[in-house]
């Protein structure tokens, strides 16, 4: 049985940061998937950002449509949401 691979990354409101670790990923990084959990960030670049990088590079995207913080963000809630998208 062959394995994939799935790579996620977690984001909220960090554009460039975001971008470049994206543009990295398909650069450098390992031939698997690529998922990007986004924390509902409000900025519009990210939103278009991510809409062409579904459409154009095949990146899976789940968005979170409310922000909340608690005592860890939303991390590991969000950590478990990529598990479970790779199951």
Do not use: Q
């Not at 984001?11 to 470049?20: C, D, E, T």
């Amino acid at each position: 049985m062959k394995m994939k691979l799935l790579t996620a990354i977690f984001s909220y409101n960090r554009y460039y940061l975001l971008k470049n670790t994206i543009e990295s990923f398909f650069e450098f990084g390992p031939e698997s998937d690529l998922l990007v959990v986004d924390d509902g960030s409000d900025d519009p670049r990210i939103k278009s950002y991510l809409e062409f990088c579904a459409k154009e590079k095949g990146t899976k995207i789940i968005t979170n449509p409310i922000h909340k913080i608690d005592f860890h963000g939303s991390l590991y809630k969000n950590m478990n949401k990529a598990i479970d998208f790779g199951l």
